[in-house]
């Protein structure tokens, strides 16, 4: 493991340059607001009209084109969704200055080759740990998120140095900041998504809520069990790793997850886990992603709008609504 700390930043090799944020949504809001905390020169590039450019405003920033924000800027982080970077990165190429730094938070537009970068930019990422929100919340506390920091192109023998100031700017120092490459961040943070994240837990807490419901018992106590404890676990595994979640539930709890838990999620399931990293790997997923977005998002919308009528979530929006701590988050 090769993991950089405050000590091993030098901000100074940004200092004087200009830093511009393209995007500014959860992570690119926190991005520029560290950054400029930390004493950096940021601007904010958006859409024209773009839905967040009062917000932006409002927080002080000088907010202009994808084009101009480019122009003469030293840094450029690309923070906006995949799918819309590609199609920016041409918009402003002819904007970007020789020997400019590039910089992503997901490697996936670099990895799968849907941004061919231009060979006199370095080309870098800084992917914190953590939703933008945190981020910036961490930063705001003196504290820091974790970072992976990757290199793809280093034309300036400086590539690293620059993407880990950057880094120190959003106080992903203090936090740590661990060296990876762009196919390992792309790769794995893929996966994690669909295989336990998203994909896995989702899925896993509806069809134990339908398993409990199918055999008779009550919509809104599967409900409890099977969603809203889930926040209970998580938090325990967050802070302590599985040992914290031994420690806090159960002997009964600890014998069936031991017991059970294996006869659930076992062999079977680990080797359609394998079958998805394989096509993460090999360009499957991020091809078929593509595809998809291209054709208008007809299929992603369909499996979209049916997760969002499923009886879980009917019976979670009647029982939220009685959960009064949850409308102040």
């Keep these: 493991m090769e993991l ?29 607001l560290n950054l400029r905390d930390s004493g950096y020169d940021v601007v904010v590039g958006l859409r024209p009209g773009g839905k967040t450019s009062a917000q932006a405003e409002n927080d002080g920033f000088s907010v202009q084109t994808f084009k101009d924000a480019a122009n003469g800027a030293g840094l450029i982080a690309f923070l906006m969704p995949d799918m819309a970077q590609a199609e920016v990165y041409e918009q402003i190429l002819g904007n970007i200055k020789e020997n400019a730094t590039i910089l992503f938070a997901h490697g996936f537009n670099i990895h799968y080759s849907l941004i061919t970068p231009r060979e006199d930019l370095d080309v870098v990422l800084i992917a914190p740990k953590g939703p933008g929100d945190l981020v910036r919340r961490q930063y705001e506390a003196g504290r820091g998120v974790p970072c992976l920091i990757g290199v793809h192109q280093d034309i300036t023998e400086k590539a690293e140095a620059r ?30 998504e669909q295989a336990v994240l998203c994909g896995g837990l989702s899925e896993l807490i509806v069809r134990g809520f339908q398993t409990l419901v199918e055999a008779g018992y009550q919509p809104e106590v599967a409900y409890f069990e099977c969603m809203h404890e889930v926040k209970l676990i998580v938090d325990l595994l967050h802070e ?90």
């Excluded at 880094?167 to 990876?180: E, I, K, Q, S």
């Excluded at 806090?248 to 998805?276: C, I, N």
Aim: overall charge negative.
């Design 240 to 329: 302590g790793g599985l040992a914290k979640m031994h420690e806090f539930v159960s002997e009964t709890a600890k014998y069936g997850d031991l017991t059970s838990g294996p006869k659930v999620v076992d062999e079977t399931t680990q080797e359609k886990m394998r079958g998805v990293l394989k096509e993460i790997q090999d360009g499957t997923f991020a091809n078929n992603w593509v595809s998809e977005y291209q054709s208008g998002l007809p299929e992603y919308n369909r499996l979209l709008q049916e997760d969002l009528d499923s009886d879980i979530e009917t019976v979670g929006a009647q029982l939220r609504g009685r959960m009064a701590w949850l409308q102040d988050s």
């Design 4 to 32: 950089f700390v405050e000590s091993d930043a030098q901000p100074e090799i940004l200092s004087g340059e200009r830093i511009a944020v393209l995007g500014y949504g959860s992570q690119g809001r926190a991005h520029a």
């Design 163 to 192: 993407a880990l100031a950057y880094a120190h700017g959003l106080g992903g120092t203090r936090g740590g900041v661990l060296r990876t490459t762009f196919g390992e961040e792309t790769e794995t943070d893929l996966f994690g």
